[in-house]
């Protein structure tokens, strides 16, 4: 005799008793060689010895009943179904109204059966953490949630920082606050389908449900990119562009609208790329520059780099120096007890056999070191080709010394015809 329970608790879902029709209340009878659909009797049609086409009375059989401990004494299978169905029905927590729908436990016994052999049973703990380490997996794996799928999700205010940065969105329901299309609905509410419908009405209600469809299409494809792409951790989203040279951030900036029509791994791959061919294009400029100074060999290129510093360190220091000499009033500021300086000495001074007479007695004047004056010489030279003329303030703003000393270098030039005046 096997006792098993293959239906629910409520007698009408079970099959009708073929003998009588009436509904089976167990313990009640299963032929084990009728099928393949079950032949079920009630207790009074099987001690009647009820037979029916295929059937005999002396067929063997089943009992089915629930009546038998599962998981402990004194509870049976049917009050396990039972326990089941009442904490679906009222909610977990719920235990006086658990316990009344249950009507043969106390509220104490259904809580604590429940906690030992549905939530802190051993045999289905290690089935759930498996399952929420697949879970765990998954989410981790999109990146679109900004918080651990074990931890309580943040619920910012309405209208705080942490909500505008998240986009209105709420983790604990995984929904915007606000919609695209947010009233897609609206054109929906008031359609109602019924008989009297003309043909042209009817098709004109089904392309409005259609259209619906198409929006909530459009709806969810955008935050299908958004959970793709992590667009919900936004300050994830801004340091990981701040890690990219300036110029790969620009193209970022405008491949984004991109990020639609391709993957997330695909659209990295493409930025990863572009930043990759940066990096080759600067390395070959660096390697161009050096076969443009003769350099041949990589040995050769620590001895130039070498150099080029000291040669940027002694330009500093000239810089240094005509900073130091534009502090220096003129002659017509001195008062008259005050001695003129002298003019500046030029022997021996880098740059100054590139200079003619004239320019030697301007530095020696205006008390500027040969170099210096070269480099704003030129500065000023490629200014006025680009302006096609200068004016003094263009030149004051250009070259930051004394005033004075830039307007008698302005003049000077327009002078001997280099530069003209805008």
Known sequence: ?????????????????????????????????????????????????????????????????????????????????????????CGFGNWQDVAYQMRTKTKEECENHYMKN???????????????????????????????????????????????????????????????????????????????????????????????????????????????????????????ERCYPKEVQELYDVM????????????????????????LRKEIRRLQDYRKAGIKSFCSTKVYERMKRMREDERRKRTMLCDVLQYIQDDSKLPASVRSAPPLNLTGLPGTEKLNEREKELCQVVRLVPGAYLEYKQALLNECRRQGGLRLAQARALIKIDVNKTRKIYDFLIKEGYITKA
């Open 256 to 279: 984004r609208r991109f990020a639609r029509v391709v993957g997330p791994t695909e659209h990295d791959k493409f930025i990863e790329s572009h930043a990759l061919e940066f990096e």
């Open 1 to 89: 005799m096997d006792r098993l329970a293959s239906f629910g608790n409520d007698p009408f879902d079970k099959p009708p008793c073929r003998g009588c029709s009436s509904y089976l209340i167990e313990p009640y009878i299963k032929c084990a060689e009728c099928g393949p659909s079950p032949f079920l009797l009630c207790l009074q049609c099987f001690t009647r010895g009820f037979e029916y086409k295929k059937h005999e009375s002396d067929h063997k059989y089943e009992i089915m009943t629930s009546d038998f401990p599962v998981l402990e004494p004194g509870w049976t299978a049917q009050e396990e179904m039972a326990l089941l169905e009442a904490v679906m029905d």
């Open 118 to 240: 549905f939530i802190n049973n051993p045999l289905f703990s290690s089935t759930l953490l498996s399952l929420r380490k697949t879970k765990d997996s998954r989410f981790a794996a999109e990146g679109a949630i900004p918080f651990k799928p074990t931890d309580d999700p943040p619920r910012p205010t309405f209208d705080s920082v942490l909500s505008r940065d998240m986009a209105g969105y709420m983790p604990a329901r995984a929904d915007f606050m606000e919609e695209f299309d947010n009233y897609a609905e609206w054109d929906l509410k008031d359609i109602d389908f019924v008989d009297d419908d003309s043909d042209i009405l009817h098709a004109l209600k089904l392309a409005v449900v259609d259209i619906y469809h198409s929006r909530l299409k459009e709806r969810q494809r955008r935050k299908k990119i958004i959970r793709d792409h992590g667009l919900i951790n936004l300050r994830k989203f801004q340091m990981l």
